[in-house]
């Protein structure tokens, strides 16, 4: 989306305003207090983050008239008369179809009328606020996904965000534990990811390899990517301080979309469990020496907080090579060819062939496996 576009402009950004015009005014106090809030969301335990006041926050940036009070109320309704449409014992995919057809396909004779893709003016920012979706019915494929995820996580559907180039959509979580992606532009109809292949030129499968595309997104990442319509705002104000606040804007998107939330030194089991939950994970274990450890543990403490640094280039990815080269077990390859191991799943196919190494599998939705308690913190 946005975040991805505008990080290509960071570096002339910050070049272009190390020395900004004699005349640029100083920085307004609403850009400031808007970073200050958007920092405050994010920074927010996984477990309390709510999408819907995450939306409206991010909305009332944009549009300051909006009644964020009387959105959530409404909203609410919606999830109220949705939830008693439930048969009783319904599965997840009943309850997905049921707020599939309330929001596309209402009875004739409901007095409802179905959300549907805004044809005339999709690319007005104000069109991907909610209140205004809400209001006419027309959205886009922002509005339209994050509304159907808002109304589904109130509702216990196991849904989320996942996106393709410049473009969100659904994916739903079904009885057997597999993902699926859903189209909500286009009513709801199920999109699987050949589909999106076809959809979009530019989603490689280098890209969706590395996991750029595709995958089900975390709460926190969904929040990080709502943000995305403040950048976009920001870049249509065409000023040094609209420029400004879009840097600080998408360097702290960064630290919690690139970065990793999870503190040293907590549960590795409880970790993968909550991985468990969103795809497929594959864990690679290499024997190693005391001083090998030693020197890894050495080359992350020297950071104090995880995130600290964590950027577009310098990823979590890339950090752990960095760690795993400190103990020679990476070295020559990643002296020769650091960008090789910037994303996980080239630095697992490196890794995982790696004398000794033994790959534990674990299938989405799957449980994490006993023994992987030894690692754990004692």
Known sequence: MRLRQTLLLLCWLVLALVSPPIHAQRVKPAYESNIKVVRTLLEQPESQLDL?????????????????????KQLDGMASEIRA????????????KTLRDYLYR???????????????????PKAKLLSVYLAT??????????????????????????????HLYVKFRGDNGNWYGVETTSGGGWADDDWQRKQFPRLTEKAIANGIYLQPLTKRETAVVIADSLLEY???????EANQARVKLALLQLDHYLGNSTALGSSLTDYLQRQS????TAIVILPTTPDQEKRIL?????FGDPNAGINYSETCAARTAKGLSAADLLREAFVTSPQTYGFPYSQYQAVRNLPGALTVVIPNGGSVPSFLATFNPR
């Open 277 to 280: 939950a969103l795809r497929d």
């Open 298 to 302: 050495d080359y992350f403490r020297q």
């Open 234 to 240: 920001y870049e249509h104000q065409h000023s040094v």
């Open 106 to 124: 209402p009875p004739l004779l409901s007095g409802r009328r179905p959300f549907a893709y805004n044809l005339e003016d999709d690319r007005n």
């Open 52 to 72: 819907a006041s995450i939306k409206l926050a991010i909305d009332e940036m944009i549009e300051p008239a909006t009644d964020k009070a009387a959105v959530l």
């Open 85 to 96: 449409s439930f048969p009783l014992e319904a599965s997840n995919l009943v309850k997905f």
């Open 137 to 166: 019915h027309k959205g886009n494929c922002v509005s339209m996904p994050l509304l159907f995820v808002i109304l589904g996580q109130k509702l216990g559907i196991p849904v989320t965000i996942t996106t393709a180039p410049a």
